[in-house]
């Protein structure tokens, strides 16, 4: 044993600057390396996972390390490519490292301390000054030891429980400890198989089957099961438990009856929860047309010069079997590829694509998967190692959306970004708040491997770096098969709201084009980019509307749970009777949501089969699959839904495309509005005629001179990129500067007044003119917090570094005065 004193540097999952060094206790100096989760003390009481980031022999000079308490991992979890990684994250986005952490790591791999209580050794027995729920909790500690703070509630009956647990540590009844939880929990199964006595022996085999025919028939069904489903796997004849009696319908009774006789034996091991797939076609069988053909040689060109490709596809010209292509040379050569998409409902359908060609060589990892499946994927993606080629489970290939990119890559040579001009990649709260294609283009740089930004709309950002060379761009403009764009027509809401032809929210011209869809067996996609039922109730009489109580926005109705609730907060209400304000009963819905989409359309159609895809219909693991199947299995006529149908999804029987309110987008006060508006409608027209023979769009609108619709129904995207960019350079906005928005939140209107003012100062004395603000956003209360951003717009030839720098010392500055202590300041580097 190694009796040299080493000492640790760890990062904790925690909003704290900087690493903190810790000291290895002499037993664990040959178990340690840079990489492995340990456990340390945090605090006074508080115990975390905490990484090693460095192994040295330095003690700090300011405090005595504390010991690490003990090594979870027998070799490193995160490799160096990942903490470097994860310090250019904190770096640019200007946050810490241990938020990156907190991020990147699966929640089952980060242990935590849970506070529980015990009984304080030295109280006395005395029960006579307990209440009753003091009682209730100290008799249940006599019985059990230890209560969580979640148990202490349960029992006591009252969810506010900390002012019940501070008094009963103040009358020295319980002593608060804390635990160590591991979340992650291997899946164990029992396995069955024959006895080395049946196993080998043909004769005793032979001897049970005569015994079992004449007086257990249901015992030799389960052996003769066991045999057919063992017969093709002769070196591990083993099977489940659970599938052998599932096989036959078969009790654990006629199960142990056969163990008892000695025919068969259990074990357990460890087995994984991941789905396996075996591949059914050869890439070589993907034949590309011309034009597919010449995309993927001047991509495969553009890589000799270039690392990132900007690929410019109209909609259904087949960018996937393109990619698809790519990824086979890659993979060929032992390295990984990361696909990235914006949705998780895309990896849906694009995995059963991918699957057909590449098999168990594809893995999935989103949100969706329980804490242990993600465990499980991380593990299979840290241990694939490109030298053991036919190792069944190892992932090459990982699919998914942001949180993809912190997987564990350690051989990355191909990142594919798909839909690349989606705001779904830019992570909004908490920290960090990245942008996941700009980090996955500096990821694939660490690795020096290649990147591919896919779109039918590219973002202004990434258009203008191909026409500056700073990005090969490749274009697609052709439709696969030769199948034409969508005719695109435009429904003037205007005009028939004045004939008397709406019906509800929909237009006479629409439900015509609908209804011939639907006559002739074709599906309609129908895109309204707000759900719930209706956006807001208003009061005829004094025009008084709900609003949430700790947010300053209007609560929507959704009628499915018959509430009035809040997309913020998630505070939700009952639908009030009369107005609280004056007493009238006429309050009316205004505005509308895909619920109430879904709803009138089944009145007008009532034989069509209806459905809906936004938020509140896709929350468990499968909704996704379970729609997108359905409409690909043409069990659905009408699709209703919000963004999540105009990504990037191919259904070959789409013949009307609906957008029924073009308007509410275009018209936000947003600089992106007008970009985010033909990028919406362009990419939902693309759903349309796909297949078969030409689509249609049809796009209601109040102002069908307007713009971004006339770009939309040229199909120019081109023409809107350089109407942009003209606005864009006059007003000082990317990509001809660089914006850093700061907000600052609190509880007290005028602190926070006070406080944004005084910080925007600070920052006008380094930064001048760039300061803009403070201002109250769209938003200005959110959860009981007050709002105040400031915008700091940087010109491309500044030191973006120089300027972090500077925003970072004047926070240092503003929290000086004590008054602003409680200032929550939030920074955003390039918000969308």
């Not at 099977?239 to 319908?249: F, G, P, T």
């Not at 209007?554 to 304000?581: A, M, V």
């Not at 769209?778 to 010109?795: A, Q, W």
Request: contains cysteine; aromatic residues 10%; glycine residues 4%.
């Amino acid at each position: 044993m190694s009796r040299i004193t080493l000492f640790v540097d760890v990062l904790l999952p925690l909003p704290v600057p900087g690493y903190f060094t810790y000291r290895v206790p002499f037993e664990l100096n040959e178990r340690v390396a840079e990489g492995q989760r340990v456990v340390v003390q945090f605090g006074k009481k508080k115990i975390y996972t905490a990484l090693i980031r460095k192994i040295h022999e330095n003690p700090p000079q300011n405090y005595q390390a504390k010991y690490i308490l003990s090594v979870l991992d027998a070799k490193p979890i995160v490799n160096k490519i990942q903490f470097r990684f994860w310090d250019w994250i904190a770096s640019y986005y200007m946050c810490n490292t241990g938020e990156v952490m907190n991020v990147a790591l699966p929640s089952a791999l980060k242990l935590a301390s849970e506070s529980k209580i015990i009984i304080n050794p030295e109280f006395d027995g005395d029960y006579s000054n307990f209440n009753e729920k003091e009682f209730l909790v100290a008799e249940a500690l006599f019985n059990r030891e230890k209560l969580t703070i979640t148990e202490v509630s349960e029992i006591a009956g009252q969810k506010k429980i900390i002012p019940l647990i501070k008094t009963l540590i103040e009358k020295n009844i319980v002593l608060v400890e804390e635990e160590i939880v591991n979340a992650f929990k291997p899946k164990i199964e029992t396995y069955v198989r024959l006895t080395s006595a049946y196993k080998d022996n043909e004769d005793n085999l032979r001897e049970a089957f005569d015994e079992l025919s004449k007086r257990a028939f249901k015992q030799l069904q389960l052996l003769m099961s066991f045999i057919n489903f063992t017969q093709n796997t002769p070196d591990t004849p083993e099977i489940k438990r659970s599938q052998l009696l599932k096989s036959i319908d078969a009790s654990a009774v006629q199960l142990n009856a056969l163990i008892k006789k000695g025919v068969f034996e259990t074990y357990t091991k460890v087995s994984s929860r991941l789905e396996y797939h075996e591949s059914s076609s050869s890439v070589k069988n993907i034949i590309l047309n011309e034009h597919q053909t010449k995309a993927l040689n001047e991509i495969n060109k553009a890589f000799t010069e270039k690392d990132v490709v900007l690929f410019h596809g109209i909609t259904s010209s087949g960018k996937t079997e393109i990619y698809i292509k790519l990824i086979e040379e890659v993979i060929a050569k032992g390295k990984q590829v990361l696909y990235l998409l914006p949705e998780i409902a895309l990896t849906t359908q694009i995995i059963n694509r991918l699957r057909k060609y590449f098999g168990n060589k594809i893995g999935v990892y989103h949100s969706k998967y329980n804490k242990h499946e993600r465990v499980e994927i991380w593990n299979n993606v840290l241990n694939s190692d490109s030298s053991n080629k036919a190792e069944r489970s190892s992932y090459r290939i990982i699919l998914g959306p942001r949180s993809a990119m912190f997987l564990p890559f350690n051989n990355l040579g191909l990142v594919i970004v798909d839909e690349e001009h989606d705001t779904s990649y830019k992570q909004f709260d908490p920290a960090p708040r990245y942008n996941a294609r700009d980090s996955a283009i500096y990821l694939a740089g660490m690795h020096k491997a290649k990147t591919v930004l896919g779109s039918a709309t590219p973002s202004i950002e990434s258009y203008y770096n191909a026409n500056i060379e700073k990005y090969a761009l490749v274009n697609l403009k052709l439709r696969f098969g030769g199948i034409q764009m969508p005719e695109i027509l435009i429904a003037d809401i205007k005009q028939e709201s004045r004939r008397k032809t709406m019906r509800s929210h929909f237009s006479s011209f629409l439900l015509n084009h609908v209804e011939e869809a639907l006559k002739n067996k074709e599906q309609v996609i129908l895109f309204q980019n707000r759900r719930g039922f209706s956006l807001r109730l208003e009061c005829e009489a004094c025009n008084w509307m709900p609003e949430c109580k700790n947010c300053d926005v209007t609560l929507i109705y959704h009628k499915q749970n018959n509430q009035l609730r809040c997309h913020y907060c998630g505070y939700s209400t009952r639908i009030p009777e009369k107005c609280p304000s004056c007493g009238s009963t006429k309050i009316l819905m205004r505005g509308f949501g895909t619920e109430k989409v879904e709803e009138e359309l089944a009145i007008i159609f009532p034989e069509s089969r209806i459905v809906r895809m936004d938020l509140d219909t896709t929350r468990s693991k499968f909704a996704y699959q379970r729609i997108i199947n359905d409409f690909e299995d043409r069990k659905i006529d009408v699709l209703v839904g919000t963004q999540m149908v105009t990504k990037g999804l191919d259904f070959d029987n789409v013949s009307v495309v609906g957008i029924l309110n073009a308007d509410n987008m275009i018209n936000f006060p947003d600089l992106r509005s007008f970009e985010r508006s033909f990028q919406l409608m362009a990419q939902v027209s693309g759903r349309a005629g796909r297949k078969k023979k030409r689509g249609k769009v049809i796009i209601q609108t109040y102002n069908p001179s307007h713009p971004v619709i006339r770009f939309v129904i040229d199909n120019d995207y081109v023409s809107m990129f350089n109407n942009q960019l003209i606005e864009r350079r006059n007003f000082k906005y990317p990509p001809f500067t660089r914006l850093i928005q700061i907000k600052l939140k609190h509880k007290d209107y005028n602190v926070l007044n006070k406080a944004a003012s005084e910080f925007a100062a600070l920052l006008r004395e380094k930064l001048g003119k760039r300061v803009l603000g403070p201002e109250y956003p769209m938003v200005s209360r959110i959860k009981n917090l007050f709002i105040k951003t400031v915008l700091i717009k940087i010109e491309k030839e500044v030191s973006i570094s120089s300027v972090k720098c500077e925003i970072l010392k004047r926070v240092e500055m503003f929290y000086k005065n004590k008054d602003f202590k409680s200032i929550r300041i939030l920074i955003d580097v390039d918000p969308q």
